[in-house]
Structure formats: structure tokens, C-alpha cells
């Protein structure tokens, strides 16, 4: 069973970067799509983006242009890279694999973002 580690969260100033980090073990990381998604207080959880294997990317219209999703499959990490960041972004950001060709998506516990203006 795989388990993620996210780090990273922390406090940051509008216009400013933070990169998250997931860090996956025990299971076939390189062929899980990998992905970000958040939530901010009273929100529902939304999809940020992911990576597939082959490393295909897909974006919310609301990050793109200012965040990258990335990985490496020899660490079993994947990262975020968020710059520009707003307010708007203030959100516990949790990391999600999703096994191919099953509906199995499982989940790290959340790291914080706060975007100040």
C-alpha cells in the first residue's frame, strides 16, 4: 500500500514561491498518475493537477501559468512548484495517487498554504 508524505506548506507573501514536495513508499510509484488538489476552509476539495507516468500534464484554469507539477520516479517524489501565488491559493494542499485502470486513489495528509496580500 502506498503511503504519501507531503511537505513544503508554510506562509508566504502574495506574488511569493513555495514548492511542495510528496514523497511515496511502499508501493509502484512510476506508474501511478500523481496529483495535487486542495481545499480551502468552507470549500470543497478541487483538483489543482496532475502528471501521468509519462509525465503528461493537466492544470486547473486557475493555476496555470503559475504552478508545475513534476516528478521524479527514481525519488518516488512529486513536486509543485507554486510561484505567483495569491491569496486565493490559501489552502491545505494534499497529494493523491490513482492506480491505472482501477478507481483506487489514495491520499497524503495535507500540508498548509497561507498566501497573505
Known amino acids: 500500500q502506498v503511503q504519501l508524505v507531503e511537505s513544503g506548506g508554510g506562509s508566504v507573501q502574495a506574488g511569493g514561491s513555495l514548492r511542495l514536495s510528496c514523497a511515496a513508499s511502499g508501493g509502484t510509484f512510476s506508474t501511478h498518475v500523481m496529483g495535487w488538489y486542495r481545499q480551502a476552509p468552507g470549500k470543497q476539495r478541487e483538483f489543482v493537477a496532475h502528471?501521468?507516468?509519462?509525465?503528461?500534464?493537466t492544470y486547473a484554469d486557475s493555476v496555470k501559468g503559475r504552478f508545475t507539477i513534476s516528478r521524479d520516479n527514481a525519488k518516488d517524489i512529486v513536486y509543485l512548484q507554486m510561484n505567483s501565488l495569491k491569496p486565493e491559493d490559501t489552502a491545505v494542499y494534499y497529494c493523491s495517487g490513482l492506480i491505472p485502470y482501477t478507481r483506487i486513489q489514495y491520499w497524503g495528509q495535507g500540508t498548509r498554504v497561507t498566501v497573505s496580500s
Open positions: 502528471i501521468t507516468s509519462d509525465a503528461i500534464t
